[in-house]
Nanobody
Framework: QVQLVESGGGLVQAGGSLRLSCAAS????????MVWYRQAPGKQREPVAT???????MYADSVKGRFTISRDNAKNTVVLQMSSLKPEDTAVYFC???????????WGQGTQVTVSS
């Protein structure tokens, strides 16, 4: 299996920036998909940003132009750079690793992001 540890969450004022990191360890193979999700209180977990092993990215409409997902393969780390943060970005952010060929779907424990108005 793959273990994921998120870091970088915190409290920030609206308009500010945060950088979330997700460190992966374990059975990591080159072909995988990394996804950042978030879950706000009382709401369903939703995908925010997706990065395939080929480098393709997808973003939720609500974060396009403000969030950027990237990876450092040498460090097995995926980063979510968040800027121009809004109060509605407040949520617990989770990192997800998928490897369908090996039936691996792992989640991190989540990191809290709070944006004050």
């Amino acid at each position: 299996q793959v273990q994921l540890v998120e870091s970088g969450g915190g409290l920030v004022q609206a308009g500010g920036s945060l950088r979330l990191s997700c460190a992966a360890s374990g059975r990591i193979f080159s072909i995988n998909t990394m996804v950042w999700y978030r879950q706000a209180p009382g709401k369903q977990r939703e995908p925010v940003a997706t990065l395939s092993s080929g480098g393709s990215t997808m973003y939720a409409d609500s974060v396009k132009g403000r969030f950027t997902i990237s990876r450092d393969n040498a460090k097995n780390t995926v980063v979510l750079q968040m800027s121009s943060l809004k109060p509605e970005d407040t949520a617990v952010y989770f990192c997800n690793y998928r490897d369908p060929l090996r039936n691996i779907n792992s989640w991190g424990q989540g990191t809290q992001v709070t944006v004050s108005s």
